[in-house]
Structures are given as C-alpha cells and as structure tokens.
C-alpha cells in the first residue's frame, strides 16, 4: 500500500509520536505500576537505560580544553579515521573504501543528520514542476517526514507489513514516483519493527536509485543490537557490486561504487550514549560534501571532547557485546511471559518489540491507566490511507531499553491486563450468544 501526502512545516505536531502520545494520556491519570513506588515505567521511547563505559567520562576529560574551540564542521580527522576503520573491520569492506576525508561526515546523532540530509539533496522545484518525493517505510521514525516536510518535498509512503517482511518494497512503485524521487530511506534493522534487510533487498534498492538516480539512506543505527546474525550494510553490498563489475568488465572504468548511498551510524543505541550526539554519514563523497556545507550553515559541528570519546567507542566492542546480551535477554523475557497471551515475534534487530494487540490506541490508554505503563501505539508512527486506517493501527511499541529484572515485571503487569481483556471479551461473547 501506498500513501502520499504533502506535511504542512507549521504542523508537525500532528504527525510527530510523542506530541501525540502525551495528548493521547494528558487526561487519564495514570495508574499504579508494579514497582514498589508504583511509579510509571516508560516503555515508549528508545533510550537506552544502561550505561556508556566509564572511559567515556575520562574521554571528554582529557580534552576538556578544547571545549573553547569550534570544531571542524566534517569532524576530526581521528575520528572519521575511527569510523571508518570501524566500518571496515565490521563489514570486511575492500582495503581503502571508505576514505575518512572524502567519505565519512561526523554528526550529532542521525537524526540531526538525517534532517541536514534532506535539506541538502531534496530540491526547490521551479515554477510550474512538481515537487520532489521522498521514499519512506510506513511505518517508520517521525523524523523522515519532518524531514521532508522542511523541505517541502511530497512523502510517498511504502507499507511494510508482516506480509512483506515488515520492510518496504521499493520495486513496487509506480515509475512515475519513481522519476519524481530523489530521496528514499531504508531503515535496517527497522524502527518499530526490527526487520534487517537481506542482501539482495539492499542490493535491488541500490540498482533501482542508480537506475532512477535518487540518493538512498540507510538507517543502520541499530545495526549493532540483533539478536543472532549481524545484519548487511549496503556499503558491504556496494563492495560486492563493484568486485561483480570488476570481475565482468576488467580494466573499464566504472561508476562511483559509492554513489546514490548514505549510510548512517550512531552511538546512541549500540553504546548506550543517546545525550553523546555523536555519529557519522558514510559514502557517496559528492553528497558528504554537500552535506557538509549545508551543515557549515545551519548546524553545529560535534564538539572535540564529545568526538574524543565517541573515537574510543568506535574502537571498543566489549562494551556493545555487553549491552547485545542484556537485550537478547529482553527478548528471551518476552517470550517466555507474553507468548501466551499474544502473538510475539522476536525481532532479528533493534531493542522495541512490535507487538500486535488488535487495537493500538487502546491498549495504550488502558495501559497506562490501569497499569501505569507508557507505550507507543503503532498507528503514532504510521500514516493513514484515504480510508483512515495504517499499516501500525493493531500493533504497540515496547522500547525493552532496562535490565532484565525491570523488564521481567513490565511484561509481567503488560500480560496481566492483557489476558484480563481477553477473559473479558470471551465472557461478553458468552453473555451474547
């Protein structure tokens, strides 16, 4: 299914989840959760509860006195190199494809990022054309379509539904959108779903936005955090397509193995440090450029102290190996108490669960109500056809994002009521026949 829709700048609130979310509950009083306080227990935000390692401390310690220093918009060259390394080893990319100078743009988190990336390739149409499009999954992280709504730009929204693997198929849009794209976004492991991307999914999208020439981002900031196999980057699949024309057709030149692709990466979610704001952007090196610039004008480059311990993140995995088993864990947890109850699918990537409850918006006000938790309905993250209904509308959000004993009694209180509402419809139903 395919929506379109044009998202007045001066009514983001409309659209935006959590502006939502509070105008949802802003009037039912919450009510007494499992813990001892009875205080409310927040599961509707992906903010992890864990840690950074101590060295991050340290880190910014060391270089406190550049705090009175502007850094450099693209990043320090120490650790773009960091980045880039990392890319490398994780990916096993081709010796020297990510050149840290040419290749690899610091910013402060993704979504700052992924905001200055739509302003950036997105154009002004001229008089008498019709605007750019912007591909985005449906449903998908609000700040996709905030994104394109600053840049004015029409957002064409692309199901991905338990049918199509929870992910979007691109090859499914109309040529005429097509011709009119110039930015499209893959989420992979996908935000509220946790679906990776298989290889020729990556590989069939990268063909289609060379084909079409619009630019394609991939969300890989939840890449580190999966539950058994590592998911794919689209620069690995980049690598593997230009050895493929190499092999075919040795000695001739052949295009950018970069180009059309900007893959983001975040410490946010894979160490534990969301208020860090610090990532990069990786590939095409004519849109890091661009990027760049757009970034020397209306934004701020990440501090030097904050790029000094995001270097030393980049180059440490026990911390991420710690925080993957504390979230598989999660997940072992949500099996075990809500498999029961409902249907529960363990995602391949990502910390929330995407649980399907028949009614969204109202498990989550009686949630909170009644058991003083705060989730996020799935149709808050989705857009609505012409007949009001998404692809998000059965399901909620979990952010499973605390240590496995909180987790344990969330879910505990969350299966309660929800086989508390079952035993009631069942004795309606009863009550009617």
């Known amino acids: 299914m395919i929506t379109r829709q044009f998202v007045d700048r001066q009514k983001l609130q409309e659209f935006h989840p959590f502006t939502r979310l509070r105008a949802l509950l802003e009037d039912i009083p919450a009510g007494r959760s499992c813990l001892k306080d009875g205080e409310v227990i927040n599961l509707s935000i992906g903010e992890p509860q864990t840690q950074p390692p101590a060295f991050v401390a340290e880190e910014i310690e060391k270089a406190a006195k550049s705090w009175s ?9 120490e650790y773009l190199s960091a980045s880039a390394n990392w890319l490398q080893q994780r990916y096993k990319l081709p010796e020297n494809f990510i050149d840290p100078a040419k290749h690899v743009l610091a910013v402060p988190g993704t979504r700052e990022g992924l905001f200055m990336t739509a302003l950036t390739v997105l154009s002004t149409p001229k008089k008498g054309e019709e605007s750019p499009v912007f591909l985005t999954p449906n449903p998908c992280y609000h700040v996709y379509t905030g ?21 979007p198929d691109y090859t499914t849009v109309p040529e005429d959108i097509l011709k009119r794209t110039e ?16 290889p020729q999914r990556i590989k069939d999208l990268i063909s289609l936005a060379r084909k079409y020439n619009f630019v394609v981002v991939f969300d890989e900031c ?9 998911p794919h980057s689209a620069l690995e699949i980049a690598g593997e397509i230009a050895a493929e024309l190499e092999t075919s057709f040795p000695g001739n030149s052949h295009p950018d193995p970069l180009a059309n692709i900007l893959v983001f990466h975040s410490l946010s979610k894979r160490s534990s440090a969301a208020g860090l704001r610090c990532g990069f952007i990786a590939g095409d090196e004519k849109w ?23 270097t030393r993140l980049w180059q440490d995995e026990k911390h991420v190996e710690v925080n993957r088993a504390l979230y598989k864990k999660n997940f072992d947890l949500a099996q075990k108490i809500l498999g029961k109850s409902v249907p529960v699918e363990i995602p391949a990537g990502g910390f929330c669960l995407w649980l399907e409850v028949g009614d969204g918006i109202e498990i989550t006000k009686r949630l ?23 692809p998000g509308d059965r399901y909620i959000r979990l952010a499973l994002v605390y240590d496995p004993g909180f987790t344990e009694k ?6 309660n009521l929800l086989a508390s509402i079952k035993n009631s419809e069942a004795n309606d139903l009863g009550v009617r026949n």
Not at 222 to 230: G, H, L, Q, S, V
């Open 147 to 167: 994104a394109a709504a600053a840049a004015a730009a029409e957002v064409v929204t692309v199901s991905a539904t338990k049918e199509s693997g929870y992910l």
């Open 288 to 310: 890091i450029s661009m990027i760049n610039t757009t970034c020397q004008v209306g934004g701020a480059g990440v501090p030097i102290p904050i790029q000094a311990a995001g």
């Open 183 to 198: 930015l499209c976004v893959l989420c992979s492991p996908s935000n509220p779903e946790g679906a990776v991307a298989d």
């Open 410 to 415: 969330a879910l505990e209180s969350i299966r």
């Open 222 to 230: 939840y890449a580190e955090i999966y539950t058994d196999t590592p």
């Open 69 to 77: 220093k502007y850094p450099l918009s693209k990043g320090a060259p």
């Open 368 to 390: 909170w109500q009644e058991a003083g938790i705060r989730v996020m309905p799935g149709a808050y993250m989705s857009h609505a056809n012409n007949t009001g209904s998404s």
